[in-house]
């Protein structure tokens, strides 16, 4: 088992729609929780990360959080083509950053 | 500041060769991060460093692969010989240590294609 597993996608949402993105973690000594944006040819960025269980909300994003799932999830509220990228969901153990690998998101204008 | 700093941005080299691929991390951030990208592996951690020592190296596919940081503000990764399977994007990043949330700060990348 991946210790960070994503459905790699693509999954394609309308224009205005709501983008839901998920993750699953192995380690449950896991301690913080991001969520990192790809464009194609570009390095990642983050956009919001978590560490209690429970939601957190930036704009548009809304990040939630299970630890006892094992869960974390990313909404992407009244989508725009710029959304349109890989979003990685990664976890922080100890010292490291483990990453996903990542699912490819299609808004369709 | 200027974020990380990665170079080369391409490198193109023939199989055998050696190839050393470079990072300038954020001044003040003590963990420096090697990773590997590639469609079918996804983004794989290499190798990390803390206050310039390498702290696992256990990603590092094989002995052709070494890394290496001298002081603070330089690292390098180094692949000896290569082969057309390194072809790959590397990317260098760094952090700073203290905080449950901090992030990790990503370069560019070096697109390394071994032909």
Redesign the interface.
């Known amino acids: 088992q991946k210790e960070v597993e994503q459905n790699s996608g693509p999954l394609s949402v309308p224009e205005g729609a709501i983008a839901s993105l998920n993750c699953t973690y192995s380690d449950r000594g896991s ?2 929780f ?1 969520w990192y944006r790809q464009y194609s040819g ?5 956009i919001m ?1 978590i ?1 209690s269980n429970g939601d957190k909300e930036d704009g548009r994003f809304t990040a939630q959080l299970n630890k006892a799932s094992q869960y974390v999830s990313l909404l992407i509220r009244d989508s725009q083509p710029s959304d349109s990228a890989t979003y ?1 969901c ?1 976890v ?1 153990r100890d ?8 699912t490819r998101l299609h808004i369709l204008p | 500041d200027a974020g990380v700093i990665q170079s080369p941005r391409h490198e193109v080299t023939e199989m055998g060769q050696e190839v050393t691929l470079r990072c300038k991390p954020i001044s003040g951030h003590d ?1 420096l ?1 090697w ?1 590997r990208q590639t469609m079918m ?3 794989e ?1 290499l190798i ?1 460093f ?1 206050n310039n020592v390498p ?2 190296d256990s990603g590092m596919p094989e002995d052709r692969f070494s890394a290496k940081m001298p002081n603070a503000s330089f690292s390098t990764l180094k692949i000896q010989p290569s082969e057309p399977r390194d072809s790959a994007v590397y ?1 260098c ?1 760094s ?1 700073e240590t203290g905080r ?5 700060f ?4 070096t697109r390394l294609t071994v032909v």
Do not use: C, H, V, W
Request: glycine share 12%.
């Open positions: 301690q913080s991001f570009k390095s990642p960025e983050l990360f560490y990685l990664a922080k010292d490291k950053i483990i990453f996903g690998k990542g | 963990y991060f990773y592996r996804g983004l951690l990390y803390n702290i696992d990317f990043a952090r449950m949330n901090t992030e990790a990503f370069g560019q990348g």
